[in-house]
């Protein structure tokens, strides 16, 4: 079942001879449950591409449907809403709030919503990403390796539609990267969860079952991988 669709997707910034195209006519699907890698040099476009599949910033021209939804026909408000339930993001350097202590990073998407919390959800996710005993701490009190953790929870707290990583193991020593891929490709396997990674790491992407290459803006290069 096709979940992401991105038809002529465009990006350009600044107007005239200053004028910078960021991605240029992109086209790609994604089916439910695949593990994708978006690979490419430093400014290749791969960063502002999932930050737009993530409607997190607004394309010059073209679409991008998740679940059949054309995401930018949707209002700001209803935007925000879409993205806060459907698509879960995790950066290289977390994007924690300071003073929330971890179980209340994981359900700040929720709790936004002034929705109820799912103990028994709540309770699973902790557990996988090994956190049971780290709830009450605030990120300063823990690892960088646990912060990354603790951003993967709050991605999938809402049971997302897709996951968007940019960077996710970054900012780790190699050890604690392999632990965040292992907890990721067990969520893709186990969970059916879609997953999409951005990354410069080959070593990274080729643990994907398929790597989409950019370079200038293009698709290169999109190749199955297992």
């Given at each position: 079942?096709?979940?992401?669709?991105?038809?002529?997707?465009c990006?350009?910034?600044?107007?005239?001879?200053?004028?910078v195209?960021?991605?240029?006519?992109?086209?790609?699907?994604?089916?439910?449950g695949?593990?994708?890698?978006?690979?490419?040099?430093?400014?290749?476009?791969?960063?502002?591409?999932?930050?737009?599949?993530?409607?997190?910033?607004?394309?010059?021209s073209?679409?991008?449907?998740?679940?059949?939804?054309?995401?930018?026909?949707?209002?700001?408000?209803?935007?925000?809403i879409?993205?806060?339930?459907?698509?879960?993001?995790?950066?290289?350097?977390?994007?924690?709030?300071?003073?929330?202590?971890?179980?209340?990073?994981?359900t700040?998407?929720?709790?936004?919503?002034?929705?109820?919390?799912?103990?028994?959800?709540?309770?699973?996710?902790?557990?996988?990403?090994?956190?049971?005993?780290?709830?009450?701490?605030?990120?300063?009190?823990?690892?960088?390796?646990?912060?990354?953790?603790?951003?993967?929870?709050?991605?999938?707290?809402?049971?997302?539609a897709?996951?968007?990583?940019?960077?996710?193991?970054?900012?780790?020593?190699?050890k604690?990267?392999?632990?965040i891929?292992?907890?990721?490709?067990?969520?893709?396997?186990?969970?059916?969860?879609?997953?999409?990674?951005?990354?410069?790491?080959?070593?990274?992407?080729?643990?994907?079952?398929?790597i989409?290459?950019?370079?200038?803006?293009?698709?290169?290069s999109?190749?199955?991988?297992?």
């Amino acid at each position: 079942m096709e979940i992401l669709r991105v038809e002529n997707l465009c990006k350009t910034y600044g107007k005239g001879d200053t004028q910078v195209t960021a991605v240029n006519k992109v086209n790609f699907s994604v089916q439910k449950g695949e593990f994708i890698a978006i690979t490419g040099m430093s400014g290749s476009g791969k960063s502002t591409l999932m930050h737009m599949l993530g409607g997190v910033d607004i394309p010059t021209s073209g679409k991008v449907f998740i679940e059949g939804t054309d995401i930018y026909s949707l209002n700001e408000n209803k935007l925000a809403i879409f993205r806060r339930r459907q698509v879960g993001l995790i950066y290289q350097f977390y994007n924690l709030i300071p003073i929330l202590n971890v179980e209340e990073n994981i359900t700040m998407p929720i709790l936004l919503d002034g929705r109820r919390v799912a103990r028994k959800r709540l309770t699973e996710l902790v557990n996988r990403l090994g956190l049971a005993d780290r709830v009450n701490h605030l990120p300063n009190q823990l690892s960088g390796g646990q912060q990354q953790r603790v951003s993967i929870g709050r991605a999938l707290i809402y049971d997302p539609a897709i996951i968007l990583a940019d960077e996710p193991t970054g900012n780790l020593d190699s050890k604690n990267s392999q632990e965040i891929m292992d907890h990721l490709k067990y969520l893709n396997l186990e969970y059916k969860q879609t997953l999409i990674i951005i990354t410069h790491d080959m070593d990274i992407a080729m643990q994907a079952s398929r790597i989409i290459t950019i370079e200038d803006g293009q698709i290169v290069s999109d190749e199955v991988t297992a």
